[in-house]
């Protein structure tokens, strides 16, 4: 299974970016999908989960400015980034919740895609 995350950049104070993280290879559910960043010297921390039927948590610092939203057939999670911040700026990763079939059982494992630099200028 692999997570490939895109949609990463460099924009200004309050502009937009729109992340893409598609999951591939031995898949047979996906329960919670979700986005989580990391800024120089401070620990990862979560930006916003979703299951899969949409409940959706997000961390306060984004409420209001961050969307999630997935496409269950495509395995795919979006996160839309409004009035971005400078404090904003961090590597964010994608992370999946999937159920793999091992011959007649199924392993659940959480998956971790590469990472994305989102920097935002003031």
């Known amino acids: 299974v692999q997570l490939q995350a895109s949609g990463g950049g460099l924009v200004q104070l309050g502009g937009s970016l729109r992340l893409s993280c598609a999951a591939s290879g031995n898949i047979f559910s996906i329960n919670v999908m979700g986005w989580y960043r990391q800024a120089p010297g401070k620990q990862r921390e979560l930006v916003v989960i979703?299951?899969?039927?949409?409940?959706?948590n997000y961390a306060e610092s984004v409420k209001g400015r961050f969307i999630i939203s997935r496409d269950n057939p495509k395995n795919t999670v979006y996160l839309q980034m409004n009035s971005l911040k400078p404090e904003d700026t961090a590597v964010y990763y994608c992370n999946a919740d999937i159920r793999s079939r091992d011959g007649r059982d199924f392993v659940r494992t959480v998956y971790w895609g590469q990472g994305t630099q989102v920097t935002v200028s003031s």
């Open positions: 979703i299951s899969d039927g949409g409940i959706t």
